[in-house]
């Protein structure tokens, strides 16, 4: 490949969000979609659960909207929340369109209807889905049409090692031009400019010790747009998701919310149910509530796990309804249909992100964030289940949308400078980039976890100040490689959770500190300004 690349629309992420905008602007614009990893291993790819969008009969806009304002506590934009939900049933026409096999179901009448299940949160089944694998079919559906177009090129492997800004190339223009770019395979940094960069990287579980998320999730493109010049927000409330298969070879296999949505219950060691001791909706309460109750019991029983349990259904209910978590689960020795299965609690989502409006445009000119990746006010303080793929397919219509307005206007940058090299040298200790790894995750999971207090957020910011210190000297003498590139980006995006964390006096969502357990008055998002 050559030592730099033009393209009109630079795509940093291959899931949900970027491959649904590659193929709403490529009949206009030549698109460039950047993978670290193989095409298919974004956080997309292991969604579960669904879409949530209004498509029975008996729901509402304003139910959906009601519902979502609720799991969000006071931290929702009502005016985003609205514009989501009222847009929701389109995208998901739009993605049926494209082949997406939603699963379908026969009503009374012998009809083929497609099927909603309810999950945590939703007052109505209204999360459309296909299967068990619905963040897979997605993917495999819009890379079917992706890679027949003509206009759109694939980089699988390569990761961003920064972005390129007029800013810190000392021009007169702040907007961004384009993206150094790291081929892993070769260790080459190349350069891509572009008229446009749009980052859908996904969020940052990886900063997490037990997490849902695949190995990519590092948090790239907050810390690239932070550096950038972007404000991010709300970073102190990570979802942790509260069912994770607790199981040495299944670390990141989730037990989709529709388990305990289709009468999933959850148990002690002693077989005793909890959850109503905690909420009224029991396992149907939002996530926070479920995870910090798990996270509570397992505490004061000093036990590894609870257990998840929907062995009253039938058989043959659990494998139509839940086809690939039975087959998982009983390739590890659990049988769903006879026994109850041992869950934890695991980082899930990052409900905070680079600062966005609704045609999805950060705070740096022809910059957009969408996806995970992106705070654009539909969350809140927590995100309801199945609302994240629906957010990228909304907001991935509205930044397309937007960039097309544009693309008269805005020009290819001019010839950009080649990345540096010639002061760094090859490392001889990649030991120290695997060991602050290491110890980057646990003592987030320790300190800056589902419950937090003042003083674990201190001892967590003294240690990621000494590190992140540890790493910039490092970065500067050194050759990058990917895993430095990762562990710089987690690094960076650890410090702003945690500052984000100590600046948040209340218990709000998923900020639970027993330091201040009750709400303020006024409920404020958390902004941090490079």
């Known amino acids: 490949m050559n030592q730099a690349i033009d393209t009109d629309v630079l795509i940093i992420g291959s899931g949900a969000a970027g491959l649904s905008l590659a193929l709403e602007l490529a009949d206009h614009a030549k698109i460039t979609v950047l993978s670290k990893a193989s095409i298919e291993s974004g956080c997309t790819q292991y969604a579960q659960g669904g879409i949530s969008a209004v498509l029975g009969e008996d729901d509402s806009l304003v139910s959906h909207v009601e519902d979502t304002l609720n799991a969000g506590a006071g931290l929702c934009d009502p005016e985003i929340v609205k514009f989501v939900i009222s847009e929701g049933p389109k995208r998901v026409a739009w993605l049926i369109e494209q082949g997406m096999p939603f699963t379908q179901m026969a009503n009374k009448k012998g009809q083929a209807k497609y099927h909603l299940t309810r999950e945590g949160g939703h007052s109505h089944r209204r999360v459309i889905h296909a299967k068990d694998k619905t963040g897979q079919a997605v993917v495999t559906t819009l890379l079917n049409r992706v890679k027949n177009h003509s206009n759109i090129q694939l980089i699988e492997h390569h990761i961003v090692v920064d972005l390129i800004t007029g800013t810190k190339l000392g021009l007169s223009t702040s907007r961004c031009l384009g993206a150094y770019v790291l081929q892993i395979a070769t260790g080459k940094v190349i350069v891509i400019r572009s008229r446009f960069v749009v980052l859908a990287s996904g969020g940052a579980g990886k900063v997490y010790l037990y997490t849902s998320n695949p190995d990519v999730a590092t948090g790239d493109g907050i810390a690239m747009a932070w550096r950038a010049g972007c404000r991010v927000a709300n970073m102190e409330f990570i979802q942790f998701h509260p069912t994770c298969l607790y199981h040495p070879e299944a670390k990141t296999f989730l037990i989709s919310e529709a388990v305990r949505g289709e009468g999933g219950k959850l ?255 006024i409920a404020q998002n958390t902004v941090l300004i490079p």
Not at 309 to 320: G, R, V
């Open 267 to 521: 148990r002690l060691p002693d077989n005793s149910q909890f959850m109503q001791q905690f909420d009224s909706r029991a396992e149907l309460a939002p996530r926070d509530i479920v995870a910090r109750a798990i996270d509570h019991e397992m505490k004061r029983l000093g036990c590894d796990s609870v257990f998840l349990d929907i062995s009253h259904q039938s058989k043959q209910f659990i494998i139509e309804h839940f086809p690939n978590i039975y087959a998982h689960c009983l390739e590890l020795g659990y049988d769903l249909a006879t026994q109850a299965i041992p869950v934890v609690p695991a980082a899930h989502y990052t409900c905070g992100g680079v600062m966005t409006d609704r045609d999805g445009r950060t705070d740096v000119e022809c910059l957009y964030a969408i996806g995970e990746v992106a705070f654009t006010g539909l969350h809140g303080a927590n995100r309801m289940a199945s609302n994240s793929l629906l957010e990228c397919l909304v907001f991935s219509h509205a930044a397309s949308k937007h960039i097309l307005s544009q693309l008269k206007q805005v020009v290819l940058p001019p010839s950009l400078p080649n990345w540096d090299e010639s002061r760094v040298t090859d490392s001889d200790e990649e030991i120290v980039v695997a060991h602050n790894w290491d110890e980057l995750r646990r003592f987030m999971w320790d300190y800056v976890g589902i419950v937090r207090t003042t003083k674990r957020l201190q001892r967590a910011k003294r240690r990621v100040d000494l590190l992140y210190s540890e790493i910039h000297e490092y970065y500067s003498n050194f050759r990058v490689t990917n895993d430095l590139i990762e562990l710089r980006n987690l690094t960076l995006v650890a410090d702003l959770i945690i500052r984000s964390a100590q600046l948040r006096h209340e218990s709000r969502g998923l900020h639970y500190t027993l330091d201040y357990l009750d709400k303020n008055p």
